[in-house]
């Protein structure tokens, strides 16, 4: 604790310290001395605590989501925070930096150029009677506003308690229904097309809840054939890659010379083989689409068989960590 | 008895053309289609060197039916000069009555589907089908796009009628939807939308191709920069006045 606080003070006496090294003193001016502006000065640090408090104003309207008109408030508040930044720059531009033209030729490439540039910067903000107050206000107000735009990432996943990413709404024995809820027979299923279905009385909008099922010639199913009865097979919906929806199946119509059948995902066309246990056939995805084995019971309904071959979703950090899960 | 002498009368007259009308279609398909789908349309499973140099390959039209031929053929799709081609809308070269005969020949090969009759439902229905079933290739203004492997074509030119066949023998690599799938009345809807797609209503004014959003964002920026610069132009006068 004790060290904390002496790092604390560390960081304070490093950002507001005076220990300035000692600046020689040229013997002739540049740029003409201005009168300091201590009002114009105020004004500024003023703006830039308005501009910090808005900033963090968003993080706190972000925060609080039974908000109503949070979108309102948010763009209210990132708005007014830029807006009052830019103003803040607008005073210092006009008031407070010192302004002169100076028409000289081209100069030589020489060492004091440099040296000249750097003098001309150091002495046009001669009006600053607080120059260290006002760097730190401004730093405080950009940090405020580049945390306000950096918080909405928190909405992207869950930080430390990813164990839900592997959680799906299978079941063994759950029976696969249409969008109307009606539950599939093996015979509802063509080749040549493709259906979306989900598990039986789970709720629709988990991640690992649509399927997409084909059907292919049982010659042609090449890998896992114990889990597509009838050639009948059934992939997760979800790309693996950004967690589109994989929303197109291509099927050759005289398969001797045209590509072989494929799940295709239109967000950026990765393509999977749904012969193959869904393996990538080219695209962004690194992981090939989780198949689901199935089974047909008595009444010729089709069921769920198993586990998924690998965890359903978008790619992110860990997803390889772990195995999807009822 | 008068009846029946009429109808005999009638068929006698009437035979010689039909079988008339069959030979035409046969000598049609034996001159642009044989080399590829076989004599009596058994198919050229692989590569076979047929008439006039070209090498031979293409899919069974044993049961595909009036409804295939009349799609394949009004669109240009066929005949094809490469089987490895993907066949795309093209100018059509055959006469209608070449057409007919043609589509009444393959038809003859076998059972298939006859040509389907769409009337244009209702538009939002359509929409709402269009999105599921179809808007993830042919994009959600039916303009089209690309699928791994192939062009998705835009439907701008599709008549109500091919896009009713279409849907029902998935041409090229599209999949093929039955009527379990799509209802004739959904089906009805989608050529609604689809129709309505050629001419929409643009509520947000400049359409710009319908490309999207993406383009539309892009020329937005293109004209917010265009207009800084202007601003900034101002600006640096006023300052150096």
């Given at each position: 604790?004790?060290k ?20 020689r ?44 008109d ?105 029976r ?35 399927i ?24 997760s ?74 965890p ?15 | ?81 490469n ?17 007919r ?9 076998g ?24 808007a ?106």
């Amino acid at each position: 604790m004790t060290k904390l606080k002496d790092w604390l003070i560390a960081a304070a006496v490093l950002v507001l310290g005076r220990g300035d090294p000692p600046t020689r003193e040229p013997e002739e001016r540049i740029v003409a001395a201005g009168e300091p502006e201590r009002r114009a000065e105020n004004v500024v640090l003023l703006l830039f605590l308005l501009a910090t408090l808005a900033g963090a104003a968003f993080i706190v309207v972000y925060a609080l989501d039974r908000l109503s008109d949070q979108t309102q408030w948010l763009g209210l508040s990132i708005g007014a925070a830029f807006a009052l930044l830019a103003l803040a720059c607008t005073v210092i531009a006009r008031r407070l930096v010192v302004t002169e033209e100076i028409a000289e030729p081209y100069p030589e490439e020489s060492e004091d150029a440099q040296q000249e540039i750097e003098q001309i910067v150091e002495e046009s903000g001669s009006r600053f009677t607080r120059k260290r107050l006002v760097t730190v206000a401004g730093a405080g107000a950009l940090g405020t506003i580049g945390a306000a735009l950096l918080v909405p990432a928190a909405s992207l996943g869950p930080l430390l308690h990813t164990g839900e990413l592997y959680r799906v709404p299978w079941r063994r024995g759950r029976r696969l229904v249409d969008e109307s809820g009606r539950a599939l027979t093996a015979a509802d299923i063509e080749e040549e097309t493709f259906y979306t279905a989900y598990p039986e009385g789970a709720d629709r909008e988990l991640i690992g809840a649509p399927i997409v099922v084909v059907r292919l010639p049982l010659s042609e199913i090449h890998d896992r054939k114990d889990w597509a009865p009838r050639g009948i097979v059934a992939y997760s919906k979800i790309c693996t890659h950004a967690g589109c929806a994989v929303a197109l199946y291509r099927k050759p119509t005289f398969a001797a010379v045209e590509p072989r059948p494929a799940l295709v995902c239109p967000c950026h066309y990765s393509t999977f083989d749904p012969a193959r246990g869904g393996a990538v056939l080219f695209g962004p995805a690194g992981r090939p689409l989780p198949q689901l084995p199935l089974e047909i019971d008595r009444s010729g309904h089709l069921r769920f068989a198993g586990t998924f071959s690998g965890p359903v979703g978008p790619g992110w950090w860990g997803v390889r960590m772990g195995k999807a899960r009822s | 008895m008068k009846l029946i002498t009429a109808l005999a009368c009638a068929a006698l007259v009437l035979a010689p053309a039909a079988a008339g009308k069959d030979r035409r279609g046969a000598a049609l398909y034996a001159a642009n289609c044989a080399s590829c789908h076989g004599l009596n349309g058994q198919g050229v499973p692989t590569p076979t060197p047929g008439a006039n140099g070209i090498e031979g390959q293409g899919p069974p039209l044993r049961n595909v039916g009036a409804l295939a031929a009349d799609f394949y053929l009004r669109t240009g799709y066929m005949p094809l000069a490469n089987a490895h081609d993907q066949p795309s809308r093209r100018h059509v070269v055959l006469t209608e009555a070449e057409i007919r005969a043609l589509v009444g020949y393959v038809a003859s090969l076998g059972h298939g589907p006859p040509i389907p009759t769409p009337h244009p439902g209702s538009v939002p229905a359509g929409q709402r089908l269009f999105t599921d079933h179809c808007a993830g290739c042919h994009q959600a203004v039916a303009q089209g796009g690309y699928v791994t492997g192939a062009r998705v074509p835009p439907l701008t030119d599709a008549t109500d009628r091919q896009i009713a066949e279409a849907v029902r023998i998935g041409p090229y690599l599209m999949p093929r939807f039955s009527t379990k799938q799509i209802t004739p009345a959904q089906l009805n809807d989608i050529v609604a939308y689809v129709d309505y797609t050629k001419h929409p209503d643009d509520p947000g004014g400049w359409a710009i191709g319908h490309l999207g959003p993406w383009p539309e964002g892009a020329v937005t920026w293109l004209l917010a920069a265009a207009a800084l610069v202007g601003i900034c132009t101002l600006l640096g006068r006023r300052l150096r006045a």
